[in-house]
C-alpha cells in the first residue's frame, strides 16, 4: 500500500496533461502474506508430507488413502490460487484541486469509478471504541462510496487522516503541503 505521493509512471486521471497535479494519489491493494516464493515451500512441504504419511497406507493395502492425500494437496493447491486471483483487485484514489477520482478495479478486472468535485466531498467514519475505524466512505451529493475496506483499522485510520488532510489541501486551491 502507497498514499500520500504521486506515481509517476501514470497520467493524470481526466488524462488532460495540463491539469493540475495529483495532491493526493493512492493504490491499495489487499495484503497477502505468503509471497510465490513461500506458495512452492508450503505446497512442497505439503506433498512430500502426503507421500510420507500415505505410504504405509499403501504398504497395507488401503492404496485408496494414498488418492485422499492426493486430493486433500490439491484442494490446498486451488484454495492458494484463488486467493492470488483474489489479490489482483485494488482501488486507486486520486486527489486534484479539480476533482477525487476513486476508481476500483475488482479482481476480475471489472472496473468501477467514482468522481466528484473535491469542494462536496467528505469523508465519512464508522468508528468502533474497542476496533477502531471499522468504516470509511467518500460521500458526495448524497451518494455514498466506501474506500479502503482492504485496510486494517489501523491502516484505515492512518489512510483517512492523509486523504482528509488532501481533500482540505485540494479545497484550499491544491497547496502541496497535506501530502
Avoid at 493512492?26 to 512430500?48: E, K, N, W, Y
Amino acid at each position: 500500500m502507497s498514499f500520500g505521493k504521486p506515481d509517476s509512471g501514470e497520467r493524470h486521471p481526466a488524462g488532460d496533461e495540463t491539469a493540475p497535479p495529483p495532491v493526493f494519489d493512492a493504490t491499495i491493494t489487499p495484503h497477502r502474506s505468503l509471497g510465490q516464493d513461500g506458495f512452492r515451500l508450503v505446497m512442497t512441504l505439503v506433498c512430500l508430507a502426503s507421500v510420507a504419511a500415505s505410504i504405509p497406507f499403501i504398504v497395507l493395502g488401503a492404496w485408496p488413502v494414498a488418492g485422499f492425500f492426493g486430493l486433500d494437496a490439491l484442494a490446498l493447491f486451488i484454495a492458494f490460487r484463488v486467493n492470488f486471483s483474489a489479490a489482483r483487485a485494488f482501488e486507486r484514489i486520486v486527489v486534484t484541486p479539480l476533482e477525487v477520482v476513486l476508481r476500483k478495479v475488482s479482481h476480475h478486472g471489472r472496473e468501477a469509478v467514482w468522481r466528484s468535485n473535491p469542494a462536496w466531498t467528505k469523508l465519512e467514519r464508522k468508528t468502533d471504541e474497542d476496533y477502531g475505524l471499522l468504516h470509511l466512505s467518500l460521500v458526495s451529493r448524497g451518494q455514498s462510496v466506501a474506500v479502503a475496506a482492504a485496510l486494517s483499522p489501523g491502516e484505515r485510520e492512518g489512510f483517512a487522516n492523509a486523504l482528509g488532510a488532501a481533500l482540505a489541501s485540494a479545497r484550499r486551491g491544491g497547496d502541496r503541503g497535506a501530502a
